[in-house]
């Protein structure tokens, strides 16, 4: 089983940035693709951005050019870079790692991390 430890949320003004990091550790055989995503009350979680084990990755069109995601597999540990934030980032961002294990291939969710970007 993977945990997740995420941090680096806060609140910051419109057109301000920060840095989420979200560390892995536990048992498994491999980590795969690493992403972020973000909720905000009675809205469904939405892809923020993820990136594959060899480095490809995939933005909502609402954040690219803005957000850059990151990884360091030496470390197990994925990074979400938002810049020129906006008051409609708002959101709890939530870290998400898919894992193989000698039986199979899994899931796990961090705790979450509130952005708040005041306008």
């Known amino acids: 089983q993977v945990q997740l430890v995420e941090s680096g949320g806060g609140l910051v003004q419109a057109g301000g940035a920060l840095r989420l990091s979200c560390a892995a550790s536990g048992s498994y055989r491999s980590i795969n693709t690493m992403g972020w995503y973000r909720q905000t009350p009675g809205k469904q979680r939405e892809l923020v951005a993820v990136i594959t084990s060899g480095g490809s990755t995939t933005a909502a069109d609402s954040v690219k050019g803005r957000f850059t995601i990151s990884r360091d597999n030496a470390k197990n540990t994925v990074y979400l870079q938002m810049n020129s934030l906006k008051p409609e980032d708002t959101a709890v961002y939530y870290c998400?790692?898919?894992?193989?294990?000698?039986?199979?291939?899994?899931?796990?969710w961090g705790q979450g991390t509130q952005v708040t970007v005041s306008s």
């Open positions: 998400n790692v898919e894992y193989t294990t000698p039986l199979r291939t899994r899931n796990s």
